[in-house]
């Protein structure tokens, strides 16, 4: 085989404070991320909620240096990768495509397109599948395919979600060993796993194996570890008044205070690079909460980033896939068993599950209509300019 190329996909993040409110506009203009019924609503409501969160999530980001590290760090781990590939004798070219910020993915597209490549490997850098992650990724490819005859004739394959692979688990192993080892006892540690929510109704209705692959992957880490220490799993970072994967992590260090643990190592598990979540999220607010609780001794596993052992498993990763058939784009969601991508469900007609999802789902329109109202002292249709 002649030249590979390998597409990493990621979220992005805004690289300085004036790209906060742009970035969030885009993330909840994408139907993957708010499922709304009405595909007309998406872009009002987008940048309604944008432009409320703008000031708090500006907030966190300067705490952090006033923009997110993941643009670095996933180019760093792209040349890293691509040294680790030249030396198992497989030249690679490296492309980084983002959801929602620079470079984006269509960026990512238009410069492969031009290179001469042979073979394309398309690998998310999220372990585990989300309908919210790589599955928002996966569609706007597939939309990019449609639209782009010379993507067609080009051979690529997918990785889906990779949570299992031994080398990635290593790495997580060694991560949390180097917090552990930090303790006088660290058999005694409450190993803390954190992972980024997602709504309920995602897992529920809509059918993401998101929550049964975070589930397995944490098994498997403690199976790697082979360390004796209590474990639990939680999710952050919520967003919206809908409920989300349970327990919540602000809930879940208050109890295990009141149980009076008092070492703790939380250890991020679906994300691969530093960002807003674990620099800001974890490393302050939630350190504030267990330090309430009585939780003195809170330290943090580092993510991955471009750790040699993690860089070896994705350098693994790329060319396994090479030996194995091509896995298209419109087959992984059929692999990922009956995930729902938006629109969610075929309508029928009667007294049926969907119908009452839906009656639900419009009477909260209708609520969100009257808040908004009350909050602007205009109605919606006046706000997107329709009236
Ligand atoms: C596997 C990881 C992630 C899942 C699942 C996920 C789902 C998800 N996220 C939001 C809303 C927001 N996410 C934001 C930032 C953000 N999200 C992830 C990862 C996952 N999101 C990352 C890595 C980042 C940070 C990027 C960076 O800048 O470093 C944000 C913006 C930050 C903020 O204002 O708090 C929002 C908002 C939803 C609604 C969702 C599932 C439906
Ligand atoms: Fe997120």
Known sequence: ????????????????????????????????????????????????????????????????????????????????????????????????GMRYWHPYTEEAIAQLTQDNIDKLVILPLYPQFSISTSGSSFRLLEQLWQQNPKLQRL????????????????????????????????????????????????????????????????????????????????????????????????????????????DLVVVPISFVSEHIETLQEIDIEYREIAEEAGIHNFRRAAAPNTHPVFIQALADLVIDSLTKPNLKLSQVTQMKKKVKMYPQERWEWGLTTSAEVWNGRIAMLGFIALIIELITGQGLLHLIGLL
């Open 1 to 96: 085989m002649g030249r590979v190329g390998v597409l990493l996909l990621n979220l992005g993040g805004p690289d300085k404070l004036e790209d906060v409110g742009p970035f969030l506009y885009n993330l909840f203009s994408d139907p993957e991320i708010i499922r709304l019924p009405f595909r007309w609503m998406q872009k009002p409501l987008a940048w309604l909620i944008a432009t409320r969160r703008t000031k708090t999530s500006q907030a966190n980001y300067k705490y952090i240096g006033g923009g997110s590290p993941l643009r670095r760090i996933t180019e760093e781990q792209g040349e890293a990768l691509k040294a680790q590939l030249g030396d198992l004798g497989k030249e690679a070219n490296i492309y980084v």
């Open 155 to 262: 051979e690529y394959t997918v990785i889906p979600s990779w949570y299992k692979q031994p080398g990635y688990l290593q790495a997580m192993a060694e991560l949390i060993k180097e917090q552990l080892n930090q303790f006088p006892h660290p058999d005694g540690v409450h190993i803390f796993f954190s992972a980024h929510g997602v709504p309920k109704s995602y897992v529920e209705e809509a059918g993401d194996p998101y929550q049964q692959e975070i589930e397995e992957c944490t098994q498997l880490i403690m199976q790697t570890l082979n360390r004796p220490n209590p474990h639990v799993l939680a999710y952050q970072s919520r967003v919206g008044p809908v409920e989300w994967l349970q327990p919540y992590t602000e809930d879940a260090l208050k109890e295990l205070g009141a149980q009076g643990v008092k």
